[in-house]
């Protein structure tokens, strides 16, 4: 038999090591490299999600195509400064109240203090030595979290910068790109490559327009809620929700927790607290079961589990950018598996698997019955 004909078989410990290997030094690579990665993928979300304006402005105004990718990107910087400055506005005018906010905080800081006491046996002395200990362990290292701090405002600033520059160039070289793929690509897998770049496409633009219109129904739906309980920056907190709800699972938390401090600050009944918390679940609620099952999750058929676990993961590797990058990306790998034959099976455990009918499950049970008999 020919030499070149043979292959080599490797046992099958030999390829699970292989495996877990080239998973670490994938993970590896995503920590250590998250300064450039971060970056160009939310670019690549964001040129996604353009690509419709540019295409109009192109092929229907006629607009040079150098000059519709330019105002595309313009478009969106002004829609999200304009939200920027919308709550940094906002955010001012609690500056002005902080007085007020001073004295009711420490109002609700002796109630808690009286509460201690007498459940407690805690007199305010120890309370006191408590709080100390636990502020000392907390700043101890300052210098420490000043150096994390700077860190995290300067690259938080470069991608500022960058993001919208590397938009552009996507954009403007996305010809380019799929060229060079497809000369990658061997003839026979073309087709496969065709599908898999446009499913890609509506599954990510789907999924980011679907963010969009989630973060407006969420912020409409909290905004009129503490309106109703008579929340004093009702509008700012509801804003602050929505965004922080595209952080999945933990953003919504967050957001509770940032809603009952900004009322405590501005409010001596603690009673409005369980009605913060009634709105929240409320919205959450309708969130979880409505909007993104009808809304985001269209497109995006990955199962619950997975999501979960991967927001972890990205989470623990990319901090809060990866979180909201997770389930695109998730997505995307999904589409890349499904049309590979050797990863379908991934693919399909990364997937929401359709619900059996009634009809078909009646059938196996009957069939089973049958020739049991």
């Known amino acids: 038999m020919d030499n070149n004909n043979q292959s080599i078989i490797f046992p099958a410990y030999a390829k699970i090591s292989f495996t877990l290997i080239t998973i ?25 999600l353009l690509r419709p304006v540019v295409v109009f402005l192109n092929l229907k ?21 304009s939200v920027v400055f ?7 005018d609690i500056t002005d109240d902080w007085q007020q906010i001073k004295t009711n905080f420490f109002l609700h800081y002796k109630h808690l203090q009286q509460w201690i006491k007498l459940n407690y046996n805690m007199s305010y002395n120890q309370q006191q030595g408590y709080v100390e200990q636990i502020k000392n362990e907390t700043f101890s290292s300052d210098r420490n979290l000043m150096g994390s701090t700077l860190n995290s ?11 919208p520059i590397y938009t552009f160039l996507i954009l403007l070289y996305r010809k380019l790109f799929v060229e060079f793929l497809y000369k990658v690509v061997s003839e026979k897998n073309k ?36 309106l109703i309980l008579g929340v004093k920056y009702a509008l700012l907190l509801g804003v602050i929700t ?7 699972y933990i953003g919504i938390l967050a957001a509770g927790l940032i809603s009952i401090f900004a009322t405590l600050g501005n409010s001596t009944d603690v009673s409005i607290i369980a009605g913060i918390i009634v709105v929240n679940s409320l919205v959450q609620l309708i969130d979880n079961n409505i909007i993104v099952p009808k809304i985001v999750g269209n497109k995006v058929r990955i199962n619950a589990l997975v999501t979960m676990v991967g927001v972890i993961i990205a989470g623990s590797i ?25 990863l379908k099976p991934i693919g399909f455990l990364l997937g929401n698997p359709e619900p059996i009918a009634k009809s078909t499950l009646l059938t196996k049970v009957l069939n089973i019955k049958l020739k049991s008999k």
Do not use: C
Not at 195 to 223: D, K, M, P, R, W
Not at 318 to 342: N, Q, Y
């Open 61 to 81: 105004i006629r607009i040079p195509h150098v000059i519709a990718v330019l105002l595309a990107v313009i478009l969106f910087v002004l829609i999200v400064s």
């Open 318 to 342: 990319w901090g809060v950018s990866g979180m909201v990058l997770s389930i695109p990306i998730t997505a995307i790998l999904k589409v890349i598996f499904d049309h590979s034959e050797p």
């Open 242 to 248: 929505a965004v922080l709800n595209l952080i999945p």
């Open 24 to 48: 670490a030094l994938i993970v590896v690579f995503m920590y250590f490299g998250q300064q450039i990665l971060l970056p160009l993928l939310l670019s690549l979300l964001l040129a996604i």
């Open 153 to 163: 405002f300067t690259s938080t600033l470069v991608n500022v910068v960058l993001i």
């Open 86 to 92: 919308f709550v940094s506005w906002k955010v001012s």
């Open 191 to 226: 087709t496969t490559l065709v599908e898999v770049l446009n499913q890609v496409n509506v599954v990510v633009h789907s999924y980011i327009v679907g963010l969009f219109i989630e973060l407006i129904v969420v912020a409409t739906l909290t905004t009129t809620g503490f």
